[in-house]
């Protein structure tokens, strides 16, 4: 399973919600944890940015599934990467904040983002680390803040067929970033004030 491209039609459609009988299906565990090899995998490697979420609609697969680092702190932290199925955000917070976003389904348009700051979230999660053992998902509903609650809004929309610059109406807070200047984007806080513009005409030629 790889990245689709940014241009494919299943970025922009709402992705299936999977029945109690299906979670625990073969077919859901191999997706699954396909899902955590590639995300594993990109966290490891340190010449890309930090992959902090993956919905799987972005590598092809219509179905209602996110991974969530509940440890990202936006800085590069990580730590604990978990599954979420038939995510949905019960509650949202009105105060809202900005902060930068990236997405491994655009490529280098990076964008600042207002988003509520704390939200629930209700979804059947694994109870172990393990995907493959039987009986291990339950349905919580859990509160999520600052960053970590940034994410899950970001990969929730991937479900819905939302990716992050459909919510950008200011040309000043798209922007185009570089590989080598991804951690002078993030770490010295940039993105505030990122000269390199990404035009709304280019993503809509992408997207479609």
């Known amino acids: 399973m790889k990245f689709v491209k940014p241009n494919h039609p299943i970025l922009t459609k709402l992705a299936k919600t999977l029945t109690p009988d299906k979670i625990n299906s073969p077919k859901i565990k191999q997706v699954i944890e396909q899902m955590l090899k590639i995300a ?7 010449n890309k940015p930090i992959m902090v979420g993956l919905a799987a609609p972005q590598i092809g ?6 991974l969530v680092d509940i440890k990202a702190d936006g800085k590069g932290g990580i730590g604990n990467l978990r599954v979420f ?9 009105k105060k809202e904040g900005e902060w930068y976003e990236g997405c491994f389904s655009i490529g280098r348009v990076c964008g600042i983002v207002s988003r509520s700051t704390s939200i629930k979230v209700k979804a059947y999660t694994l109870k172990t680390k393990f995907p493959h053992r039987k009986g291990e998902y339950e349905l919580k509903e859990e509160k999520f803040k600052g960053y ?4 899950f809004q970001h990969e929730i929309d991937h479900l819905n067929g939302i990716r992050f610059p459909d919510l950008i109406s200011d040309p000043n807070k798209l922007h185009w970033v570089l ?30």
């Open 61 to 66: 697969i219509l179905k209602r599934i996110i």
């Open 85 to 93: 199925i038939n995510p949905e955000i019960t509650w949202a917070s």
């Open 40 to 46: 594993h995998g990109e966290q490891k490697d340190g």
């Open 179 to 208: 590989k080598k200047e991804f951690s002078i984007y993030r770490n010295k806080q940039a993105w505030k004030n990122w000269p390199n513009k990404y035009s709304f005409e280019k993503w809509k030629r992408i997207k479609h």
């Open 148 to 151: 970590v609650s940034r994410i």
